[in-house]
């Protein structure tokens, strides 16, 4: 019988696991674990069929599953040290993904990250290959000088729409342009995370930010940047998706892009970028399970999923 | 090797080749577009690779990922552009990432002008950027030099890890001199770099990174780079001109200035009056003991610079008034003749000291 392994101490008590259970297999105790959070058990293990929904919401790499004696192990690209993330952030998750991905093509040690200035910026500690830790905005700049130098290398980024989106927008463009081979992972949770919950230039009209007390005004702010449909107006060919981690079905299918976006760095084809809806239940103010219909009802609308762009060969015609 | 006539910008970008480096990333700014111009057509000749970044903020960066990843990487540009390098400067500081970056200066403040100027010695030399940290800066005089010292600044940067600057102007940009280039160093000849990432097969996984969130380590690598710092005053160098025995008055002056004081050098000779040069070559670590030793042996010292008085602090420092120190600056594009230094000279010595 299939059933999940709770690793109790590093649970944040977020209880997305609890949510997304099909067969209320899961329930909180009323005990707290070593960290002061309630954590899930195993209540009703006879109802468990194995689906991993509470291991792929699981923001924190906090859940296995035992199947006909054998277990889920967490990706050899993570560390294993604790995220300093929030209870029921979803970088979390993008992390395990990316981790996962980087596993499952085998490139772990020849793979270069670049961690971000934003809640991310210890994504050096989380991945288990060789890392940097770029300057706010400038990761895709950095990727470009170590995949010039080294392109033997894999190379990504790892960064907020902060960071991505604003004071980095030039580097992003024009890493993109130039067709950079290089992967990018974007992490639009509509805020500024790290600083406290600031306005972003992807914080939803109406959305409440501690610099837009009142909600983002359009006329004042602008709208919100769509970053995948901007960049799919370059001509340089690349890959470009935007998915989102608030639910299983769109866990999987962030998997799925995430490892088109590194496949195509690997057989050189071009620049990828993995746009990520996230959530942020600190800043938005809601709790985990709520942040998730948040992105649901508020984001996905519109930031619409999907590939946006696949690489196709552009004739290079001089002087067309 | 036989001379060659060549531009100092050229010279420059060929002398990084020479050093082994095969990555240039950059961003054009009049005074120095042959730099990039002249690296852009050489790399791919050699095996390389030249990038022209968005701006220098991102070139600046561009560098810090590729010496993080161990390579040997160059950088030019011109006040204006160094400013917007010091980000990434101050963040390879840190990081204790070596590169190699020439500013060939133009006046300022602000877009300023194109022509020659030292109005970034602060900058240069007393970090720049945010955070306490130094960059090694070495100033050419000469084309000739200019080619040695880009080589040695690889060299430099490997040795202590850190970003080395090279200072020069317009005038050492543009002019052509006969160059030599003392060796030629192939890029698989250079020592591995343990620490870069180059991903992590058979090994422990590097970071390369320059935050510390803890204040004790933060403290403790501040303390650690200033050892640093400290330990590179083994590098100074310096030139002593006319000195022997003495002299009426000591003129102290880096990369083009130096030229002119030593045309003033020999008008004075004419008139009787004796002029010495002390030309620091590299502006930090400041040659410091062999400045106070040569200011001894003058009755007076006259700091010349095109700024209005920058270096003139560091050596006010270093004399400590054991010796009257006079300052002649121009600024703006404009150089001093030779004799504006013999007529500055002839008034200090004037006046009894
Ligand atoms: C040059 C510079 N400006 C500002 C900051 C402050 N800062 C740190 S993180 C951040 C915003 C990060 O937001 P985002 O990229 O959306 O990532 P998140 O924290 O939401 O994951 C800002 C403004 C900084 N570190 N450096």
Redesign the interface.
Known sequence: MPKPIIEVDRCKGCELCINACPEDVLAMSSEINAKGYFYPSVVHPDDCTGCRYCLLVCPDTAIQIENKGKVTTPPEALTGKTFSYCPGCTHGVIHRLVAETIDSLGI?????G?APVGCS??A?EFF????????HG?AM??????????PD?MVFTYQGDGDLASIGM??T??AAN?GEKITVIFVNNAIYGMTGGQMAPTTMPGQVATTCPTGRDVNLAGWPIRVVELLKTLRTPAYLARVAVHDPKNILNAKKAIRKAFKYQLDGTCFSLVEVLSTCPTNWGYQPHESCEWVEENMVPYYPLGEVKVPEEVPVQVGS | MAKKLMKGCEAIGEAAIHAGCRLFFGYPITPQNEIPEYMSARLPQVGGMFVQAESEVAASNMLYGASGAGCRVFTSSSSPGISLMMEGVSYMAGAELPVVIVNIMRGGPGLGGILPSQSDYFQATKGGGHGDYRVLVLAPSTVQEAADLVIDAFDLADKYRNPVMVVGDGLIGQMMEPVEFKKTIKPEELAEKPWATTGCAGRERNVINSLYLDPEQLEKHNWDLYAKYQSMAAEVRHEDYNTEGGCDVLIVAYGTVARIAKTAIDQAREKGLKIGLFRPITLYPYPAEALAKAALGAKAVLVAELSTGQMVEDVRAIVAGRRPVAFHGRVGGMVMGPDDLVAEAEKLVAVPA
């Not at chain 1, 772990?108 to 270069?112: E, L, N």
């Not at chain 1, 288990?128 to 300057?135: G, R, T, V």
């Not at chain 1, 700049?141 to 080294?150: E, F, L, N, S, Y």
Request: with cysteine.
């Open positions: 772990r040690d020849r793979t270069v670049i910026v210890l050096y288990n290959c060789d890392m940097q830790e770029a300057s400038r700049a950095v990727a470009t000088g170590i995949k010039r130098g080294r290398l030039a580097e463009i024009h130039r």
